[in-house]
């Protein structure tokens, strides 16, 4: 193992901030990594970490020397970079990371037709609703509903993310279609709560075509942390939602689904899909994955077929 490695290493522990988060992000044993970091201090001739039982802190000379780190990581991406560049046919590794739903629906199938058409690529794909540490973890993209947070990530917007409020006829036939904001809060929704985030929350227009927002509490008897269960329940006639188109696969008509408030306007937000990737690792192969990904959305997407009429709803 050569200094470099070491360097990168060294990188890794500083990060993650522990010797045994970086240990399992390499899959190496945490003592194996130790000794690779004490080999190197002893290779440098400097301590690079103070150790204690509680936490790690960088030496002064560690400071200078991570900034080292740094840049050797940042060339040897570089190099990489360049010779992927001159493949004749894309090769190599790309870790990928999504939304559960969205990449049950959309990138496992992007992955399937894009390791048919480039054999020599391999893929690593984690699909949860953990907001990954895109550069912490080493992933090349990450497809995420909202710009990121971190502003040295470079974002690529797919798609809106417009939702609907939806019901089942069932649902309809049970309650009555509501007619204001304040009737269908009254009645039962369905809560989506992952840990992160609950969305308990209807911000609507006051009246229709009105630009003036309004922000109501829902309430339900179902609160569930799968989007895929929560449209189930919706299906079912167990209460209303407001949903990601993308969430769809089908014409609501074809699942007995009716949206709500049509003439009433939603906000606009920003919370578009992206696909965001460290610019280190703006790789040839990690373009031709996004643009695979672009194409089976469509442009506009797909899911805006799903309610027919859309563009003219909640405007």
């Known amino acids: ?44 001739g400097v301590r690079l970490l103070n150790r204690s039982t509680r936490a790690l802190s960088l030496t002064d000379a560690g400071k200078e020397i991570l900034k080292q780190a740094e840049s050797v990581r940042e060339l040897l991406a570089n190099t990489q970079r360049l010779a992927e560049s001159y493949h004749s046919a894309p ?11 969205f990449g049950k629906m959309y990138i496992q199938d992007a992955v399937t037709q894009f390791m048919a058409e480039y054999p020599d690529t391999h893929i690593k794909l984690v699909l949860e609703d953990r907001r990954a540490d895109i550069i912490g973890e080493r992933f090349d993209i990450a497809f995420r509903i909202g710009p990121p947070r971190d502003s040295s990530l ?41 840990g992160e985030i609950t969305a308990n929350k209807l911000i609507i227009s006051d009246k229709p075509n009105s630009d003036q927002m309004e922000t109501h509490v829902l309430s339900g008897r179902l609160e569930v942390n799968e989007l895929s269960v929560l449209l189930d329940a919706v299906e079912a006639g167990l209460g209303f939602s407001q949903r990601s188109l993308f969430a769809l696969d089908k014409n609501i008509k074809e699942k007995g689904l009716v949206p709500l408030l049509t003439d009433y306007k939603l906000p606009e937000t920003n919370w578009g899909l992206y696909a965001v990737y460290p610019h280190r690792n703006q790789t040839p192969l990690v373009k031709l994955f996004i643009d695979t990904v672009q194409k089976m959305i469509g442009t506009p997407p797909i899911w805006e077929s799903y309610i027919d009429n859309y563009k003219e709803m909640y405007k």
């Not at 070491?6 to 899959?27: E, M, P, T, W, Y």
């Not at 590794?93 to 739903?101: A, G, H």
């Open 91 to 101: 090769k190599g590794l790309l870790r990928i990371t999504s939304p559960s739903l």
């Open 1 to 44: 193992m050569g200094m470099s490695t070491r360097l990168d290493l060294f990188l890794d522990v500083v990060q993650h901030g522990s010797f045994a988060k970086a240990a399992g992000i390499r899959n190496i044993d945490r003592s194996a990594l130790s000794k690779q970091i004490k080999i190197l201090e002893n290779d440098l």
């Open 154 to 194: 470079i974002a690529r917007k797919l798609a809106n993310n417009d939702t609907a409020i939806l019901a089942s006829q069932r649902f309809i036939d049970t309650y009555g279609e509501p007619k204001t904001p304040e009737e269908l809060v009254k009645l039962p929704a369905i809560i989506y709560s992952n």
